[in-house]
C-alpha cells in the first residue's frame, strides 16, 4: 500500500479500479414507475430544473424538507482506520450522461458506500435526473490532535448553499470518529450527531459543524462524503479517476462484485433511512 493516496498517485500510479453499471438497476426502476416520482432539488437550485417524468411541479417545500432531513443509510462495522494518509481534490465517480460508477482500487473500502449512494440517489432522482448527475468523492485520512475539529474546513457552522459548490443538492457522509453534527432547523440550538461509522444523508440547506476532538488524545480519522450534482459540475485540480477506464469495464466489474462479497465489505444498509431527531 502507498504512504499516501493523494493526487499525484491517483494520476500516475493508480491503474485498477472497481466499477458498477446502474443501467440494469434503472430500467427495474422505471418497470416499477418511480420514474415518475416527483423529485424537489434543494432551494437554490431547484428553479433551473424542469421536472422530466412529471411536468413542470410547483415547489414542494415540505417534499424537499424530508429530503433534505439528516437520516442515516446504514453503518460500517470499520473504515480501516489504520491504512495510508489519504488526501485529494475532488474525484468523479459518476459522470453527467454515464450510468458507470467507479472508484480507483486504492480507496476501495468506499465502494459500498459508493454503491449504497448512487442507488439511493437512483431511487430518489429516477433514471432520468440519475443519468444527467455528476458526483464526486471527497475523502480524509488523518490525525485529529486533541482540541483540532474532525475536519478543518468543517470547525463552523455553515451550509453549502452559497459556497462555491452550488449546485450540490445532496451529501453523503461516512467517518469512523467525530461524526458531523447537524442543526436540525433554524428554531433549534441543539446539535444532533450522525451515527459513528454510519452511511448519512443530508441536503446542502442543513447547516453542521465538524466537532473537535475532545478526548485528549491524538486520534487517527476516516472520512468521505459523496457530493451529488444535478448536472455536470468542474471543481478545480480533479484528479485522473481510473476506476472509470470504461475499456476495462469487465475487469472492473468482476473486481467490484468480487470486493462486495468479501468480508471487507463492512457496510450494512437498514430496509430504509433512518432520520436523526426522530
Known sequence: MPDRINDLYLNCVE????????????????????????????????????????GEQ???????????????????????????????????????GSWHVGLPACLDIFFPAAKAVAEDVLSLYGP???????????SQRHN?????????????????????????????VMTDCF???FQLSEKETELYPTETLSLSRFGPEIRHVSPRNETGQTLR????????????????GMPNNAGL???????????????????ANTLTLYPDPVALGG
Open 128 to 138: 432520468d435526473y440519475f443519468q444527467d448527475a455528476q458526483i464526486c468523492f471527497f
Open 221 to 236: 480519522r476516516t472520512f468521505g462524503t459523496f457530493n451529488i450534482h444535478p448536472k455536470a459540475y468542474l471543481y478545480d
Open 58 to 96: 410547483p415547489y414542494d417545500s415540505a417534499r424537499r424538507a424530508e429530503i433534505a432531513r439528516p437520516a442515516v443509510l446504514g453503518t460500517f462495522k470499520h473504515l480501516d482506520g489504520e491504512g495510508p494518509g489519504i488526501s485529494h481534490e475532488a474525484l468523479i465517480i459518476k459522470e453527467s
Open 15 to 54: 491503474q485498477n479500479g472497481l466499477l458498477l453499471d446502474m443501467h440494469l438497476l434503472a430500467e427495474q426502476v422505471c418497470s416499477e414507475g418511480q420514474t415518475r416520482r416527483p423529485y424537489f432539488f434543494a432551494p437554490n437550485i431547484h428553479k433551473s430544473f424542469r421536472m422530466v417524468s412529471t
Open 245 to 263: 477506464n470504461l475499456k476495462r469495464a469487465q475487469e472492473f466489474e468482476q473486481a467490484a462484485t468480487a470486493y462486495l462479497q468479501s468480508p
Open 144 to 172: 485529529v490532535l486533541p482540541g483540532d475539529p474532525g475536519k478543518t474546513s468543517g470547525k463552523d457552522l455553515h451550509d453549502h448553499l452559497e459556497s462555491d459548490h452550488g449546485t450540490m443538492d445532496l451529501l453523503y
Open 179 to 181: 461524526p458531523t453534527l
